[in-house]
């Protein structure tokens, strides 16, 4: 019988799927098309950011141990980034509600956060698979990835003729990982003094 916890990592990982994926590429089609450059600036950050997360599905595939914690600082980058650019925030607050475009974002931003909330809170809960999964209480964790495992599968056989096996998403996903955090340094070390917290939407020459 499915426990209270497994179903609400089963429930939080649907609900990511729809806000994470499926949410902000809506969003994001919709700020190109009304040529909104503040949702649209917000958006690409958050695909660049997102990014992490599918790392993480792929070392879940991978069986690597640390695949939770990687999971839980995606979802807590996503949100940080959905919230930290302060000219953005001003260009939020100056449309009204009717603003069927804004209004959306905004909501999104805040079931975003909340999902986030909740895999920290759920992940907590079960601490010892932060190191490692092996043990039956983590499986719930690696479940989601099974079904993105199978679809890479198809598509890795049918271009290279060969099984995504678990070495193969392993590699992938570590060199991923570390392409991933030397961006972020690079970020941090170069973008972030200069900038600030200024995400720059309103440079056409980024466009």
Known sequence: MISINEFSVWITFQLSSIFIVGVP??????????????????????????????????LFI?????????????????TIC??????????????????????TTKAWRWSLTFISISFLVLSFQDFSCFNSFISSECFKWSEPSKNLSQIINQLFNFLFGANFTEP????IGLFALLIYILGLFQWFIIKLPRSGRNSGFSNYNEY
């Open 168 to 171: 193969i998403a392993k590699f």
């Open 62 to 78: 991978g069986g690597v141990d640390f695949s939770l914690l990687i999971l839980i600082i995606s979802n807590s980058l996503m």
């Open 25 to 58: 590429f809506s969003i994001f089609i919709w700020s190109i098309k009304k040529k909104n450059k503040s949702v649209e600036k917000l958006l690409k950050i958050y695909w660049k950011i997102s990014i992490l997360f599918f790392i993480s599905l792929i």
């Open 82 to 103: 959905v919230w930290f650019w302060t000219d953005i925030n001003r260009e939020l607050k100056s449309y009204k509600l009717n603003n069927a475009l804004i209004t």
